[in-house]
């Protein structure tokens, strides 16, 4: 705005004692003055630099500098945002001489010290920045517009006419067969012709897996018995057989010893293979002391 109304402004206790005095205000209301701040902005302020007037809570934006103090080594510097504050047209306006007097005491003489509690921790709010209004008016997004009001009945909402599957539309398509003296007849499929980077694959035939037959059933059978030296097999025997097997390991040693096949089956016993054994011992034994003479 062009003239903004400042209340509750001061942000430095000395400043309140200052105005009071000069106000000759007794009545300890520390926030009393009010200013007419026309056509100005606000300032940013760092150290050294003292804020000494705000805007308040009543104008916006909210608690931000708009007159500050300074000392730059032996002189001083006093920064307000308004040039037009001082003018005759607003200088007579609230307590705008005041706070000029106020100013011109503190750049003039040292009766004004300012409080140094209050200059460390002003009460001020942070710097933030408003969108340019003027320039965002100026791109309008037409897309966007206020939605409408959504029916009780949802199924309003949905078009049935922008997809449809009827014949309402087939009798002026057969009169445009008329028209354009087309032929009526059914359609025909036109076969696609696809173009084919890779020759054109034929389908892999694989001879069908009949069952083959089971295998012959073959006995079991110990290969042990077949494979191994006869004094292997007698020793094997030996270990099997105790005192009471003596007739089954004399029948089973004559058959690996080959004395079952020199008997008929009829014939054969343990005591028939003994006798054939011991005979053949004692011709072994014979030939060999004929041998030695």
């Known amino acids: 705005p062009k003239e903004v109304l400042i209340t509750g402004g001061l ?45 308040g809570t009543a104008s916006y934006p909210l608690n931000r500098p708009v007159c500050a103090f300074a000392r730059a080594g032996k002189g001083k510097i006093v ?20 706070l000029l007097e106020i100013i011109l005491e503190w750049l003039t003489g040292s ?7 209050d200059a460390d921790d002003p009460d001020v709010s942070d710097y933030y920045y408003l969108p340019y209004t003027c320039k965002l008016a100026n791109r309008v997004y ?6 409408d009001e959504i029916p009780r009945d949802f199924t309003r909402l949905y078009n049935h006419s922008l ?7 087939l009798p002026d398509v057969l009169e445009a067969y ?30 069908p897996e009949l069952d083959e037959g089971a295998p012959p059933l073959l006995e079991l059978y110990d290969l042990d018995d077949h ?9 094997q025997l030996t270990n099997k057989c105790t005192d009471t097997d003596l007739d089954y390991f004399i029948q089973e040693s004559a058959k690996i010893l080959g004395v079952d096949d020199k008997v008929s089956v009829s014939e054969r016993s343990s005591k028939l293979y003994l006798e054939l054994i011991l005979s053949q011992l004692m011709q072994f034994k014979l030939s060999a002391i004929d041998e030695q003479f």
């Open 11 to 55: 942000l430095n206790r000395e400043i309140t004692k200052a105005t009071q005095s000069l106000h000759h205000d007794t009545d300890g209301n520390t926030t009393s003055m009010s200013l007419l701040y026309p056509f100005g902005s606000t300032v940013s302020v760092r150290k050294p630099a003292i804020p000494i007037v705000s805007t």
């Open 79 to 98: 920064v307000l945002g308004s040039v037009a504050f001082a003018r005759d047209s607003y200088i007579d306006k609230e307590d705008n001489y005041l």
């Open 111 to 117: 009766n004004i010290n300012i409080n140094q509690i």
């Open 142 to 147: 037409f897309s966007l517009q206020e939605c």
């Open 163 to 169: 997809y449809a599957l009827d014949s309402s539309v």
């Open 178 to 207: 008329k028209e354009f003296q087309i032929k009526h007849e059914p359609l025909q499929l036109i076969s696609p012709q696809f173009e084919a980077p890779l020759p054109s694959l034929n389908a892999a035939v694989f001879l």
């Open 227 to 235: 494979f191994s030296s006869p004094r292997i097999r007698l020793a």
